[in-house]
């Protein structure tokens, strides 16, 4: 519901890099089974803000509420423990493992058969026992993010989870992301390009640009925002 507290609150959040701020005064709440898009061009300092909410980064100012409890001064690992769930930019599923030992790794096995290939097939994933070196990268991609659904988060930050997809793929993917958080009861954050995906999956958008905020609401009158589209079109 749109009045329930945010499952994820952070606040004036800044990251400097040198002189750079990479982040700068950026705030934003994310509703219980909310998909937030975050968006903006290349540099914007999307990948920073998912480093710096996750604990990956430290930040210079700010703080990172999860279900009402302050985590900015935790670990990775220790966020991660309390359900802040994020996957990285780049392909980190490891080509050797299976897709079940690769989730049960990820997961750290506290899954039965049963939850395991239900999920799986939800998602749109292959069959347990299918060698990670045999799929190609946009499934490779979903099995990461069916991993870290399965490990029950509250917030599950994803960075471009669709890259490497082709057009159709992206399109089936964002359905099967929209599901996921009735489903599993976790909200989302999820970076990524394509407007046409954001415009299907996200219920909120936050656009960056230069590190500040550019625009953040509903997802219609933030697409349909001229500063928006300008800040797009100069991309
Ligand atoms: P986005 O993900 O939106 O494309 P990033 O968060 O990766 O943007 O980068 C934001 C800005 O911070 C860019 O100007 C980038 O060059 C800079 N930046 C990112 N990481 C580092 C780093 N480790 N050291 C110095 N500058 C960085
Ligand atoms: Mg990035």
Redesign the pocket.
């Known amino acids: 519901p749109a009045d329930a507290p945010p499952v994820l609150e952070v606040v004036d959040l800044g990251v400097q890099?040198?002189a750079?701020k990479?982040?700068d005064g950026v705030s934003l709440q994310v509703r219980p089974r909310s998909i937030m898009g975050l968006i903006?061009?290349?540099?914007?300092?999307?990948?920073?803000?998912?480093?710096a909410v996750s604990g990956f980064?430290p930040q210079h100012t700010g703080t990172v509420l999860l279900d009402g409890q302050d985590i900015t001064r935790l670990a990775p690992a220790a966020r991660a423990r309390l359900g802040l769930r994020r996957t990285f930019?780049q392909d980190r599923v490891p080509p050797q493992l299976t897709v079940e030992s690769y989730v049960r790794f990820v997961t750290r096995e506290c899954i039965d058969n049963d939850e395991l290939t239900d999920a799986l097939t939800f998602l749109g994933c292959p069959a347990p026992e299918e060698r990670l070196s045999t799929v190609d990268v946009g499934t490779r991609r979903l099995i990461e993010v069916a991993a870290a659904v399965l490990s029950g988060p509250k917030v599950l930050i994803l960075?471009e989870p669709a890259a490497g997809l082709s057009h159709d793929e992206h399109l089936q993917f964002g359905q099967r992301l929209s599901r996921i958080p009735s489903r599993f009861d976790t909200a989302i954050v999820i970076?990524e390009h394509d407007l046409d995906l954001v415009r299907t999956v996200c219920t909120e958008i936050t656009v960056?640009d230069f590190?500040r905020v550019l625009a953040q609401g509903p997802q219609q009158e933030v697409l349909d925002d001229p500063a928006v589209i300008a800040a797009y079109m100069g991309d």
């Open positions: 890099f040198g750079l990479a982040l903006g061009p290349n540099g914007a300092g999307k990948s920073t803000f998912v480093d980064l930019q960075d970076i960056l590190g």
